[in-house]
């Protein structure tokens, strides 16, 4: 994408700006070469990278892949955070996958998203 633009010019905040525009316009696979670009630049992953790509397939029922991008964080030593399960439990909710809602690490996020389903169901 940025050949010939100067590497100080180059950040990870401008990387994940662009992965989290591509996956709100529902472009994910956009979002996966931005992502490989920014570790060819030599660019480390954040959770601000992560997590919406890890929101962006589980919206799209892609649990495989966004479980995937979860052990890839998890490699770079990146925890999950309340963020990263909450994207994870809406979804599962959306697609009724509640089993899977228990096996999330994070008890505040599960319960936090449980409630607002409910409110939500009536």
């Known amino acids: 994408m940025w050949k010939n633009i100067e590497k100080l010019r180059i950040s990870e905040l ?6 989290s525009l591509l996956v709100e316009g529902g472009m994910m ?9 920014m570790k ?5 992953p954040s959770l601000d990278t ?8 589980s919206r799209e029922g892609k649990f495989g892949e966004a479980l995937c991008f979860l052990d890839e964080m998890k490699e770079f030593d990146l925890e999950p955070d309340t963020e990263t399960y909450d994207g994870l ?7 009724k996958m509640y089993d899977e809602i228990g096996k999330c690490k994070d008890g505040v996020a599960v ?3 449980l409630l607002a389903l409910f409110v939500i169901a009536g």
């Not at 439990?89 to 697609?95: H, L, M, S, T, V």
């Open 14 to 19: 401008k990387y994940n700006k662009i992965i």
């Open 89 to 95: 439990i809406r979804a599962y909710g959306k697609f």
């Open 111 to 113: 319960v936090l998203v």
């Open 40 to 44: 060819i630049h030599g660019l480390k």
């Open 29 to 37: 696979e956009g979002a996966m070469s931005i992502l490989q670009e």
């Open 50 to 57: 992560y997590n919406p790509i890890i929101h962006g397939f």
